[in-house]
């Protein structure tokens, strides 16, 4: 699909916009977006805030960010550099849209933990 000649379909598998849909689906991207919305931080700072996640897949995902004008990279001059990382006004927009989808989470874990439980035990219970 060429982008400037078609109208966007994300159904269609060559649709430039799965590409952005990946951005969204990605818990990495997801969480880093939301917390450089609060204030800038630095790699360190991130990796530490963000348990979980190892140097190698944050650095890509900044990257991919980055690349998608969704962060903004900044060396600052010292020894060592220094490497700060900030929202765009781009990024904003995304974390905003996606913030609801945290906060669903955050409200709704405990029934999605039971219905979880209910559904292994069912399983359990055919495969006995």
């Known amino acids: 699909m060429k982008a400037t000649s078609l ?4 159904y269609a598998a060559n649709c430039p916009t ?4 990946d951005r969204v689906g990605d818990k990495w991207a997801v969480l880093i977006l939301l917390l ?21 897949m944050l ?3 900044l990257k991919s960010l980055e690349r998608d004008g969704l962060l ?23 974390a ?12 709704n874990l405990k029934d999605v933990l039971a219905a979880q439980r209910r559904y292994d035990a069912q399983r359990k219970a055919l495969a006995a």
């Not at 204030?39 to 140097?55: A, H, K, Y």
């Open 7 to 10: 109208k966007p379909d994300a």
């Open 18 to 21: 799965r590409q952005i849909l």
């Open 36 to 56: 450089l919305r609060e204030e800038p931080m630095r790699f360190n700072q991130l990796r530490r805030t963000i348990e979980g996640i190892s140097q190698k």
């Open 59 to 61: 650095s890509q995902v």
């Open 72 to 94: 903004r990279r900044r060396a600052i001059a010292t020894v060592p550099v220094t490497v700060e990382y900030s929202i765009t006004p781009l990024g904003s927009t995304l």
């Open 96 to 107: 905003e849209a996606v913030d609801p989808l945290r906060d669903w989470a955050e409200r």
